[in-house]
């Protein structure tokens, strides 16, 4: 992909840099790590779910996902697209009771194909998904107010009216303004979430961290840029850097 497809290729690049991560050894290891995450994906689909929730290896944290459980106001998971992001919900599921199950919110890719692949390989025991959309924020109100867990990628670019713009490594982004209103809303614990990909196969380590307390004058979705920029800078290479977060959304005022 990186070498066939410029508008990949421009997009990894420009974003390491801009980002501050500018080292050559760094960009092979960011498209070594984008095309092992790839790969991985149909075996995380497709194999038993006890067998993919045993490939995390080493879990930090835990113990925040227990003391949030027991108040009964619901988790939010914050899972960017750092590691492997579609293990931590399978896990979560796995290990969680019963009576607090997992809400994903996801959009569909556009290729039907591949959404009925996503589908059937999310459709596990103590897992559900609800559709970006207002029925399926919703959902995870309901979810929430239950006292259960919603899981949110919280990197993705929101269509306008849905979102701010707040700065991400040092470049303005339109960035979704979701998960505060949810925690808000139900009085749900925010935990952010990663899954880092250990070398040469040898599984996976889940990060959980609570969210930080705002700085000074620091909106709600700067406070969210910057937890995330911390965990990025821990773990670089395996970030979505193809990705393009700076997108402006149709309808939107890009800012300079």
């Given at each position: 992909m990186y070498l066939a497809s410029p508008h990949y290729r421009r997009?990894?690049?420009?974003?390491?840099r801009a980002a501050g991560f500018a080292e050559p050894a760094l960009l092979r290891r960011a498209i070594?790590?984008?095309?092992?995450?790839?790969?991985?994906?149909?075996?995380?689909?497709?194999?038993?779910?006890?067998?993919?929730?045993?490939?995390?290896v080493q879990v930090s944290g835990w113990h925040l996902v227990e003391a949030a459980l027991a108040r009964r106001h619901g988790v939010i998971f914050l899972t960017p697209h750092l590691g492997?992001?579609?293990?931590t919900a399978q896990y979560y599921a796995h290990r969680a009771p019963a009576s607090s199950p997992l809400t994903a919110l996801y959009r569909p890719p556009k290729?039907?194909?591949?959404?009925?692949?996503?589908?059937?390989?999310?459709?596990?025991?103590?897992?559900?998904l609800a559709s970006a959309d207002v029925r399926g924020v919703r959902v995870l109100?309901?979810?929430?107010k239950r006292g259960e867990a919603v899981g949110i990628l919280p990197d993705q670019a929101p269509g306008v009216g849905e979102g701010e713009w707040a700065e991400f490594f040092g470049r303005p982004a339109y960035t979704m303004t979701l998960a505060g209103r949810l925690a808000e809303a139900a009085g749900a614990q925010t935990i952010l979430a990663y899954a880092e990909r250990l070398p040469r196969g040898r599984g996976f380590h889940l990060h959980l961290a609570p969210m930080p307390a705002p700085l000074a004058g620091e909106t709600p979705s700067r406070t969210l840029n910057r937890a995330l920029e911390g965990m990025i800078r821990l773990c670089p290479a395996q970030y979505g850097w193809g990705y393009n977060r700076y997108k402006v959304p149709a309808g939107a005022k890009a800012q300079a």
């Open positions: 997009c990894l690049s420009t974003n390491l070594a790590e984008a095309g092992k995450g790839l790969l991985e994906l149909p075996a995380i689909w497709l194999r038993p779910h006890e067998t993919v929730a045993g490939w995390i492997c992001f579609e293990i290729k039907k194909a591949v959404q009925a692949l996503m589908q059937a390989g999310r459709d596990r025991p103590n897992l559900r109100l309901r979810a929430l």
